[in-house]
């Protein structure tokens, strides 16, 4: 598609790096005003968010590197891995390690800190995930729908081994559909002041399913396999986050957290 949203030769700005600060940015912005709604100091989430974000960088490339450990083998290996986007829940696992420590820093309260951000997480996806389909990443397995995605740029066959002249399923589309999709209902749960820990329990069992389901399309090789090949690395954590945000919604549902009414 458009891995290079500006070439000036010595210079190329690449689309997925923009539209990922993009949304890293709005989804900063618009935590803030929720954390407002909630008597949240909105600067203390603004620097909690900047923190997370930066650990959920890192965290991602660190599992991108477990995942494929060939971005170590060389000097255009270690661009590559500069150049990628990284392995989502590795950014995931970052980032709620980042957010524990300085939530303990500020004193705030965990669940209710994750219920203003989570409708942030999957509005960043979103712009990811489109960052994903212009670069060619995270692409599908063939696809003779109507809807198939072509790949022709080079770029992303050298960054990704991304298949070129082949129709694909949009992995990348179905994914960001889903998270512009999910940001409208958490934002919306949100608003309805549900009791503590809900709208993280929501994000949690909604992402887990969609993306447990969206995986069985993904045609990218290197992303790491468990029980003998029969589900990817993702699929494993997948279904984990929605055993974990089950639990946190019966907890929530049993009184364990306070109401924000």
């Given at each position: 598609m458009h891995p290079v949203l500006i070439d000036l030769g010595f210079y190329q700005l690449p689309t997925y790096g923009v539209l990922l600060y993009a949304g890293i940015i709005l989804g900063i912005v618009l935590a803030g005003r929720r954390a407002r709604l909630v008597g949240l100091d909105s600067g203390h989430v603004v620097d909690l968010g900047a923190w997370v974000v930066?650990?959920?960088?890192?965290?991602?490339?660190?599992?991108?590197?477990?995942?494929?450990?060939?971005?170590?083998?060389?000097?255009?290996?270690?661009?590559?891995?500069?150049?990628?986007?990284?392995?989502f829940y590795g950014g995931l696992i970052g980032a709620l390690i980042a957010a524990v420590v300085i939530l303990r820093r500020f004193h705030l309260s965990f669940f209710l800190v994750a219920d203003v951000l989570a409708p942030s997480v999957a509005l960043g996806h979103f712009f990811g995930r489109l960052g994903c389909f212009a670069a060619g990443c995270c692409y599908g397995t063939h696809c003779s729908l109507p809807w198939a995605a072509t790949f022709k740029h080079p770029l992303a066959q050298e960054i990704s081994g991304t298949p070129l002249g082949v129709p694909l399923h949009p992995t990348q589309l179905y994914e960001a559909a889903f998270n512009l999709a999910n940001y409208a209902f958490l934002a919306w749960l949100f608003k309805r002041r549900p009791r503590t820990g809900v709208v993280l329990?929501?994000?949690?069992?909604?992402?887990?399913?969609?993306?447990?389901?969206?995986?069985?399309?993904?045609?990218?090789?290197?992303?790491?396999?468990?029980?003998?090949?029969?589900?990817s690395t993702s699929q494993a954590i997948a279904a984990g986050m929605v055993l974990l945000g089950a639990a946190i919604l019966a907890w929530a549902r049993m009184g364990k957290t306070a109401s924000r009414r």
């Open positions: 930066l650990a959920g960088l890192a965290g991602a490339k660190l599992l991108l590197v477990v995942t494929d450990p060939s971005y170590l083998s060389s000097l255009s290996g270690l661009w590559g891995l500069l150049r990628a986007g990284g392995v329990a929501a994000y949690l069992v909604g992402y887990g399913v969609a993306r447990f389901i969206i995986e069985f399309f993904r045609g990218d090789p290197d992303r790491g396999f468990v029980l003998g090949g029969a589900f």
